[in-house]
């Protein structure tokens, strides 16, 4: 099955700076690749995702790279703010099965003001 | 709110008991997943709906947990005999048909066993 890991762990940056989270994935025929947001006590949330067949992907302040012949997925934050504080996860979607999202162990990210 | 929503939001529990969790789907999702999260990781898979057929279990999934989704919208799930090892949040995602990938969490239910 797929396997992904996600590091670093935990990341302090602060307010205004950028954050990098990377991800490996071991399944080359996986083909779409989630990042969630988690805060605490809550559910997570999808933030961005990308496709196998783009290799980067936008949406304000938050993008994501994909190398798939190195099956690495990145996801960049730029200008940080407080409320960007959560645990955030990569995943990445098994190429058997029914679509089961296999997720990283997490990133526990810190913006500080 | 159309989200994902689940009920209770926390049980706590004696070892032992038996516990249901609910999951209300995005309406005209047909895809359902449960997840289990313990601190500190991210969520499991344990197992997949499309409409009412249960298509995948992990191996997560011991003979004392069950899942249904008789009318293939809203789903339960069932753990029997709870052990302390059960403690963790049990999250529900759905998911629209074909050609759709993106999965949608509720806000989970935090089981406490004691």
């Known amino acids: 099955g797929e396997n992904v890991e996600q590091h670093p762990s935990t990341l302090s940056v602060q307010e205004g700076d950028s954050a990098v989270i990377k991800c490996t994935y071991s399944?080359?025929?996986?083909?779409?690749f989630p990042w969630y947001k988690q805060e605490l006590g809550k559910g997570p949330q999808l933030i961005i995702d990308?496709?196998?067949?783009?290799g980067e992907k936008k949406d304000q302040r938050i993008a994501v790279t994909l190398n798939k012949t190195a099956k690495h997925f990145s996801l960049h934050i730029t200008e940080t703010q407080p409320e960007d504080s959560a645990v955030y996860f990569c995943?990445?979607?098994?190429?058997?099965?029914?679509?089961?999202?296999?997720f990283g162990t997490g990133t526990k990210l810190q913006v500080i003001p | 709110d159309t989200g994902v929503s689940q009920d209770p939001r926390h049980k706590i529990t004696k070892r032992g008991q038996n516990v249901t969790f609910r999951c209300d789907p995005i309406?005209?999702?047909?895809?359902l997943y449960w997840y289990r999260q313990t601190l500190g990781q991210g969520p499991e898979f344990l197992t997949y709906?499309?409409?009412?057929?249960?298509?995948?279990k992990s191996r997560l999934l011991s003979d004392r947990f069950s899942a249904e989704r008789p009318k293939g919208s809203f789903s339960t799930l069932e753990i029997q005999r709870t052990e302390q090892g059960d403690s963790a949040m049990y999250l529900c995602?759905?998911?629209?048909?074909?050609?759709?990938?993106?999965?949608?969490f509720g806000p989970g239910t935090r089981l406490t066993v004691t």
């Open positions: 990308i496709r196998s067949n783009v």
């Open positions: 399944d080359s025929a996986s083909n779409y």
């Open positions: 995943a990445a979607r098994d190429s058997g099965g029914y679509q089961k999202v296999t």
């Open positions: 309406s005209e999702h047909n895809r």
């Open positions: 709906f499309q409409n009412e057929a249960q298509l995948e």
């Open positions: 995602a759905s998911r629209a048909g074909t050609g759709a990938y993106e999965q949608y």
